[in-house]
């Protein structure tokens, strides 16, 4: 693994390869020169071009049903069906339901950050429960194209979008894995390029076209959950769909969940232009639904009215997005609705973050090894990325989004402090120039000692947690958080701010009894985060011992899924019951 520094992103959060493959680490944030021009996404309705064609198989396409049908009335072509064998039902599993979950990423076709990792983890620990699970999502082009292969088309329609009913094509191509299936939804007008998100003139009509697009694609495939799962503000508005357009169909039988992973992202755009786009009835533009600030329309607040459950990725997130200083502009209508709030705390996949069986790390380790196997890693990560090679430093990681929520700005006003001749840092993120700037020129002032690897690189985030000491996460919020986990489940202390997930999942270090996963600080102040790594330094080169018997019991802590995933089947089942 070599050293690189590569483009920086242009855009709020870069798109990311996601493929698991060993060493040549690859560039995989997409340079912004090669990005593709914006395309003009509101188009006036009149002007509208003819659907295009999606890239179908000759032999496998289906004549494209005439436009005039509705998208909530499509019916299911019988001949594109292809019969998706039902996973063998357990006993001893409990209830079973179905569930669609809709959202705008998921790992290994496009992550961006922990929402991708969610999507793929979460399914698939359902699907384990007994729960049969169908996930829903843009087929865009930067899907690698190993993926976009073993796709089958499963038929397409037009459905209407727009409050002038301008037809859109729809299709659908199906994967499968791991008893999960994944329908995307195929439309090279929307999803033609390279970033899932680019910017809210395009990115509203394109998840306005999503939400209704995957609604219509269950009715088309005749398969009607139990419960439709949506994810942030780019599937905000299903539930507003659910209970408006498609109220009399098939589909509008199910449940509707939202939940947040970041309520800083809401999808919040002039209103006249959400009300053309999604073409739903006047009335849900009201102020307690819709509207924001009269002229504005806000499609998360819109699901949240909508929705049976809202849940967030933590217990604490949960609270602290009803308080004025979180709420995110939000907190008074989510008070209004917190009967409905839950939060869950979110896992990690375990097969995939297995310091075990990584075929990505130098020295494959577990709880008993990783003191003694730590070392070779620390070495190799030393070497790849021209830090001094020193069994003897404290290596301190950081692998983040590099926005304005991860507390970076803390971490810059510590780094002068805390670079010794005993200490080394490691940056691996993108993001805001600044903060890409400014870890260059810490790279450059502590040579040898501090590295910025600015790109979005999965290889190196393993590498990372497998050869670091320790983790910082001192964000300014943090709704659950999953860099913490993958950290302890790979042997790294993390250091953390103690706000959302963050504060649910590190119990901090208690000198007296020797417990706890790791450091934590409260308010967020930058002298806070520098007596806590102190106090983490103290221990690693003071009290070894205890720092070693820390490493031990934080790979010992369940980060799976396991029980989270039992409290989502609790809550489908407790909202679908049976009589
Ligand atoms: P968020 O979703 O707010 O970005 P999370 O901690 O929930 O934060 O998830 C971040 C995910 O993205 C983790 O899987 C982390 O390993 C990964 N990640 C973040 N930045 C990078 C990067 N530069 N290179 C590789 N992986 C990254
Ligand atoms: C968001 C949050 C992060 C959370 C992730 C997955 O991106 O910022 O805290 O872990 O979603 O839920």
Same mark, same amino acid.
């Given at each position: 693994?070599?050293?690189?520094?590569?483009?920086?992103?242009?855009?709020?959060?870069?798109?990311?390869?996601?493929?698991?493959?060993?060493? *040549?680490?690859?560039?995989?944030?997409? !340079?912004?020169?090669?990005?593709? =021009?914006?395309?003009?996404?509101?188009?006036?309705?009149?002007?509208?071009?003819?659907?295009?064609? #999606? #890239?179908?198989?000759?032999?496998? @396409?289906? =004549?494209?049903?005439?436009?005039?049908? !509705?998208?909530?009335?499509?019916?299911?072509?019988?001949?594109?069906?292809?019969?998706?064998?039902? !996973?063998?039902?357990?006993?001893?599993?409990?209830?079973?339901?179905?569930?669609?979950?809709?959202?705008?990423?998921?790992?290994?076709?496009?992550?961006?950050?922990?929402?991708?990792?969610?999507?793929?983890?979460?399914?698939?620990?359902?699907?384990?429960?007994?729960?049969?699970?169908?996930? +829903?999502?843009?087929?865009?082009?930067?899907?690698?194209?190993?993926?976009?292969?073993?796709?089958?088309?499963?038929?397409?329609?037009?459905?209407?979008?727009?409050?002038?009913?301008?037809?859109?094509?729809?299709?659908?191509?199906?994967?499968?894995?791991?008893?999960?299936?994944?329908?995307?939804?195929? $439309?090279?007008?929307?999803?033609?390029?390279? $970033?899932?998100?680019?910017?809210?003139?395009?990115? +509203?009509?394109?998840?306005?076209?999503? @939400?209704?697009?995957?609604?219509?694609?269950?009715?088309?495939?005749?398969?009607?959950?139990?419960?439709?799962?949506?994810?942030?503000?780019?599937? #905000?508005?299903? =539930?507003?769909?659910?209970?408006?357009?498609?109220?009399?169909?098939?589909?509008?039988?199910?449940?509707?969940?939202?939940?947040?992973?970041?309520?800083?992202?809401?999808?919040?755009? /002039?209103?006249?232009?959400?009300?053309?786009?999604?073409?739903? *009835?006047?009335?849900?533009?009201?102020?307690?639904?819709?509207?924001?600030?009269?002229?504005?329309? &806000?499609?998360?607040?819109?699901?949240?009215?909508?929705?049976?459950?809202?849940?967030?990725?933590?217990?604490?997130?949960?609270?602290?997005?009803?308080?004025?200083?979180?709420?995110?502009?939000?907190? @008074?209508?989510?008070?209004?609705?917190? &009967?409905?709030?839950?939060?869950?705390? &979110?896992?990690? /996949?375990?097969?995939?973050?297995? *310091?075990?069986?990584?075929?990505?790390?130098?020295? /494959?380790?577990?709880?008993?090894?990783?003191?003694?196997?730590?070392?070779?890693?620390?070495?190799?990560?030393?070497?790849?990325?021209?830090?001094?090679?020193?069994?003897?430093?404290?290596?301190?990681?950081?692998?983040?989004?590099?926005? $304005?929520?991860?507390?970076? /700005?803390?971490?810059?006003?510590? +780094?002068?402090?805390?670079?010794?001749?005993?200490?080394?840092?490691?940056?691996?993120?993108?993001?805001?120039?600044?903060?890409?700037?400014?870890?260059?020129?810490?790279?450059?002032?502590?040579?040898?000692?501090?590295?910025?690897?600015?790109?979005? $690189?999965?290889?190196?985030?393993?590498?990372?947690?497998?050869?670091?000491?320790?983790?910082?996460?001192?964000?300014?919020?943090?709704?659950?958080?999953?860099?913490?986990?993958?950290?302890?489940?790979?042997?790294?202390? *993390?250091?953390?701010?103690?706000?959302?997930?963050?504060?649910?999942?590190?119990?901090?270090?208690?000198?007296?009894?020797?417990?706890?996963?790791?450091?934590?600080?409260?308010?967020?102040?930058?002298?806070?985060?520098?007596?806590?790594?102190?106090?983490?330094?103290?221990?690693?080169?003071?009290?070894?011992?205890?720092?070693?018997?820390?490493?031990?019991?934080?790979?010992?802590?369940?980060?799976?899924?396991?029980?989270? #995933?039992?409290?989502?089947?609790?809550?489908?089942?407790?909202?679908?019951?049976?009589?």
């Amino acid at each position: 693994m070599r050293k690189k520094t590569e483009q920086k992103s242009t855009t709020k959060r870069s798109v990311k390869s996601t493929a698991k493959k060993a060493a *040549p680490v690859k560039k995989a944030t997409v !340079p912004a020169e090669k990005a593709e =021009p914006v395309k003009e996404a509101a188009v006036p309705a009149e002007k509208a071009e003819p659907v295009k064609e #999606a #890239a179908v198989p000759a032999e496998k @396409a289906e =004549p494209v049903k005439e436009a005039a049908v !509705p998208a909530e009335k499509a019916v299911p072509v019988k001949q594109a069906a292809v019969v998706t064998e039902a !996973p063998v039902v357990q006993p001893d599993l409990g209830p079973r339901r179905s569930v669609a979950f809709i959202g705008s990423e998921c790992y290994p076709f496009v992550k961006t950050g922990g929402l991708g990792d969610v999507m793929y983890a979460l399914p698939k620990a359902l699907a384990k429960l007994n729960l049969d699970v169908k996930v +829903i999502l843009p087929r865009y082009k930067c899907i690698p194209q190993k993926f976009q292969e073993k796709m089958e088309y499963r038929g397409s329609f037009y459905m209407n979008l727009c409050s002038d009913g301008k037809q859109y094509y729809v299709g659908i191509m199906e994967y499968q894995e791991d008893g999960v299936v994944y329908d995307f939804i195929d $439309n090279d007008e929307f999803f033609s390029w390279g $970033n899932p998100y680019t910017n809210l003139i395009d990115d +509203i009509p394109k998840f306005c076209y999503f @939400a209704k697009a995957s609604l219509a694609a269950l009715n088309y495939l005749d398969w009607t959950p139990d419960v439709v799962h949506c994810h942030d503000w780019q599937a #905000a508005l299903v =539930p507003l769909y659910l209970r408006t357009c498609f109220q009399d169909t098939n589909v509008g039988r199910a449940i509707a969940v939202l939940t947040i992973h970041n309520l800083k992202f809401q999808g919040i755009y /002039d209103r006249k232009m959400i009300q053309y786009w999604s073409g739903l *009835p006047d009335y849900v533009f009201n102020k307690d639904c819709m509207i924001q600030n009269w002229l504005d329309a &806000n499609m998360l607040k819109g699901g949240i009215a909508y929705s049976n459950k809202v849940t967030t990725v933590s217990n604490t997130y949960a609270w602290e997005i009803q308080t004025e200083e979180y709420g995110e502009g939000l907190a @008074a209508h989510l008070r209004y609705h917190s &009967n409905k709030i839950l939060g869950i705390v &979110n896992g990690i /996949d375990t097969d995939i973050w297995n *310091p075990a069986t990584d075929k990505l790390l130098a020295s /494959d380790y577990d709880d008993k090894s990783v003191i003694e196997k730590k070392k070779a890693n620390k070495k190799a990560l030393q070497e790849s990325l021209g830090l001094d090679v020193d069994d003897h430093k404290m290596v301190i990681g950081l692998i983040s989004r590099l926005t $304005n929520q991860k507390g970076l /700005d803390l971490v810059n006003a510590v +780094i002068p402090g805390i670079m010794d001749e005993h200490t080394q840092v490691v940056v691996l993120g993108t993001g805001d120039a600044w903060y890409e700037d400014t870890f260059r020129y810490y790279e450059n002032k502590y040579k040898g000692s501090f590295c910025a690897y600015i790109a979005y $690189n999965e290889n190196v985030a393993h590498n990372i947690y497998a050869g670091c000491d320790a983790l910082l996460v001192p964000s300014r919020f943090e709704p659950c958080g999953l860099t913490q986990l993958i950290a302890m489940r790979y042997g790294s202390v *993390p250091i953390v701010r103690e706000t959302g997930g963050l504060k649910d999942t590190v119990w901090p270090y208690n000198m007296f009894d020797n417990t706890g996963n790791g450091f934590t600080f409260d308010r967020y102040e930058s002298g806070l985060l520098y007596d806590a790594i102190n106090r983490a330094k103290t221990l690693y080169f003071e009290h070894r011992e205890c720092w070693d018997n820390m490493v031990v019991r934080d790979m010992e802590k369940d980060v799976s899924w396991e029980k989270s #995933a039992k409290q989502y089947k609790d809550m489908y089942v407790e909202l679908t019951p049976r009589s």
